[in-house]
């Protein structure tokens, strides 16, 4: 019997004013990511300035939300859950949480898309988080 994904809560991350934007598409179900127009790289963590060329002409554009689990790890203290980073298809890696699926069937280069979950609790709801959760077929 593998290891099955359970909800748990998760931290409220703090909300700053520059990437209001970004939470705002993640409670719309959509993932944005920042496009310098200068160079045309993809960049993840979203930021003022182009980490490849410091330009301070960036775009967000939404994401297509797919990728694949670059390395992960399972953690097994307490509630079982999978940290990973995701190469999405644009090309940058982020750091996530792999989700709805039985945690030992997780693999590298395994193909997932992007699922939205709720931080925080019933009492103290926050943001929606992206996590991703494995491409069926």
Known sequence: MGTT????TMTIPEIHPEHKEYWDAAAEGKLLI???D???EFHYYPRVLCPFCMSDKTTWV???STGSIYTYSVMRRGMPYVIAF???DEGPRMMTNIVDCDLDTVHI???VKVVFKQS?????PGPYIPCF???EG
Request: contains cysteine; glycine residues 8%; hydrophobic residues 20%.
């Open 34 to 36: 920042k496009q310098c």
């Open 109 to 111: 280069n395994q193909r």
């Open 133 to 135: 959760t494995p491409v």
């Open 86 to 88: 995701v190469e999405l």
């Open 62 to 64: 939404e994401a297509k």
């Open 38 to 40: 200068s160079c045309g």
């Open 5 to 8: 994904f359970q909800d748990r």
């Open 120 to 124: 925080g609790d019933e009492n103290n």
